[in-house]
């Protein structure tokens, strides 16, 4: 039982970075590729709030490649911190449907849409990004110890 517990315990950081690295380099890929089923909701968003600063053909991609780079940067733990600064400034723009788009993410008051779904679970992402940054810091706190 302490074997299994250990052995789970030494790879979670692992596998929270893989489970990172694969959401967010293939949901950017897809933004790159211009497949990406999300693309309406960005541009709705776009067209809310930042559509006279860049155009939106720049803008996807450079959304899409931003979201590669998190990916990857979660892969390597020398760049914790750059990633998830990056990753965290991504999530609040990715709850901001919740609030500027309420039409497409809500019925009934309160029962998400599908759409809101999808944004809902960037919940557990933030989970996954968090257990990553703690487990960074006491590694961190261990290193400066010894």
């Known amino acids: 039982m302490f074997k299994q517990r250990e052995f789970i315990y030494d790879r979670v950081d692992l596998i929270n970075r893989i489970a990172l690295c694969v959401v967010f380099y293939w949901f950017g890929i897809l933004k ?3 497949i990406s089923p999300a693309e309406p909701l960005v541009r709705e ?16 991609i450079l959304l899409g490649l931003t979201e590669c780079v998190i990916g990857i940067l979660f892969l390597c733990p020398q760049y914790t911190k750059i990633a998830f600064t990056i990753f965290s400034i991504q999530m609040i723009t990715t709850l901001l449907p919740l609030f500027v788009l309420p039409h497409d ?4 008051g309160i ?12 919940v557990v992402l933030m989970g996954c990004a968090l257990s990553i940054l703690k487990y960074w810091n006491l590694n961190i706190t261990n290193q400066i110890n010894y």
Do not use: C, E, M, R
């Open 32 to 34: 790159v590729l211009s």
């Open 45 to 60: 968003l776009y067209l809310k709030t930042i559509h006279s600063l860049i155009p939106f053909d720049y803008f996807i």
């Open 105 to 108: 993410v809500w019925q009934n």
């Open 111 to 122: 029962a998400p849409t599908l759409t809101g779904q999808y944004i809902i679970k960037n």
